[in-house]
């Protein structure tokens, strides 16, 4: 059985960090790719950042340079070290397993999802 368990989300003021941390668990992790996922109220959950097994990276242009995705393969863990945080940056954060980036420059989500994590950035 599958399980990502999201944590070190909450409420941070604008300019702050957070770290949130996947950890996994039912997988091959260091062969698996893994990604972090955002959700708006109304809207479809849409990427942040990915990284492949080969700790190849992908960002979503409204986090580069801001946002870092890493993974300790050890720990069966993925982070996502969010610095200089905006209040649109405010949403659930959800971890995901077993995406994929295709040829055209496209990441879609794996499977398995964690159950979310809350982010708010006060103005």
């Known amino acids: 059985q599958v399980q990502l368990v999201e944590s070190g989300g909450g409420l941070v003021q604008a300019g702050g960090s957070l770290r949130l941390s996947c950890a996994a668990s039912g997988i091959s992790f260091s062969i698996t790719n893994m990604g972090w996922y955002r959700q708006f109220p109304g809207k479809q959950r849409e990427l942040v950042a990915h990284?492949?097994?080969?700790?190849?990276?992908v960002y979503a242009d409204s986090v580069k340079g801001r946002f870092t995705i890493s993974r300790d393969n050890a720990k069966n863990t993925v982070y996502l070290e969010m610095n200089s945080l905006k209040p649109e940056d405010t949403a659930v954060y959800y971890c995901?397993?077993?995406?994929?980036?295709?040829?055209?420059?496209?990441?879609?989500?794996?499977?398995?999802w964690g159950q979310g994590t809350e982010v708010t950035v006060s103005s």
């Open positions: 990284i492949t097994s080969g700790v190849y990276k």
């Open positions: 995901n397993a077993g995406g994929t980036r295709l040829i055209t420059g496209t990441t879609t989500p794996g499977r398995w």
